[in-house]
């Protein structure tokens, strides 16, 4: 089975603060995906990274998938507390499903 | 709109009772999931269907079976629930057959307390 760790998985801060969530493996992916859950709701797609050293930018959301695709990272800047929610990477194999990290639960505190 | 429906938001039930979730997709995908989702341990597939009448084993299907009679829809069974069935439990859909990085669209999630 393949893991993807995910790092933090809490983090509290203070508005306008920055903050990065880490998600490793030690399996190669063919792609990765970042999704957001806030309370009673289903996950929401955030991006897809396909190519290594990729970056995207989503406002203050900037993705990064790593050279060798094993890992990814996401950067906040200055969090706001419409940030706060469950950041969930996905990493595919390309065996057609996905397999999710355990979640970072974000809180940004006014 | 891209819409996934499950047919509970909170169900109680008790041990040995045979339990059905619903899901219901309005995109005409071909693809279909279930996950169950715990704390700390994210989302883990359970069964996933990528046509009607088509159906896969995901990483943790014991205790479980599902069925698709129709392209739209997408049934979770617990034949003989159990505590540690207690779970939320998240149906999705996506696009293209085959296409792992495709969006999946996620319903609200059913929260399933097994007593």
């Known amino acids: 089975t393949q893991l993807l760790e995910q790092s933090p998985q809490f983090l509290s801060i203070q508005e306008g603060e920055n903050l990065t969530v880490y998600c490793n493996s030690s399996?190669?992916?063919?792609?990765l995906q970042w999704y957001r859950q806030e309370p009673g709701e289903g996950p929401v797609l955030l991006v897809t990274v396909v190519t290594g050293g990729e970056v995207k930018k989503l406002k203050r959301l900037t993705f990064q998938f790593g050279d060798a695709r094993k890992d990814s990272s996401l950067h906040i800047t200055a969090a706001q507390p419409g940030d706060t929610g469950l950041y969930l990477c996905?990493?595919?194999?390309?065996?057609?499903?996905?397999?999710f990290g355990q979640g970072t639960r974000l809180t940004i505190n006014p | 709109d891209v819409k996934v429906t499950q047919s509970s938001r909170y169900l109680v039930k008790r041990t040995g009772e045979k339990v059905f979730l619903e899901c219901v997709q309005d995109m005409d995908h071909e693809n279909m999931f279930w996950y169950r989702q715990d704390p700390g341990l994210g989302l883990r597939l359970i069964y996933f269907?990528?046509?009607?009448?088509?159906?896969e084993k995901g990483d943790i299907p014991e205790g479980y079976s599902v069925s698709r009679e129709k392209k739209e829809r997408f049934s979770l069974i617990l034949e003989s629930a159990s505590t540690n069935q207690t779970s939320m439990y998240l149906c999705?859909?996506?696009?293209?057959?085959?296409?792992?990085?495709?969006?999946?669209?996620f319903g609200p999630g059913t929260r399933l307390t097994v007593l």
């Open positions: 996905a990493g595919d194999w390309g065996a057609q499903k996905l397999v």
């Open positions: 269907s990528y046509d009607v009448k088509m159906k």
């Open positions: 399996s190669v992916f063919s792609s």
């Open positions: 999705a859909s996506s696009l293209l057959a085959g296409g792992a990085t495709d969006t999946q669209y």
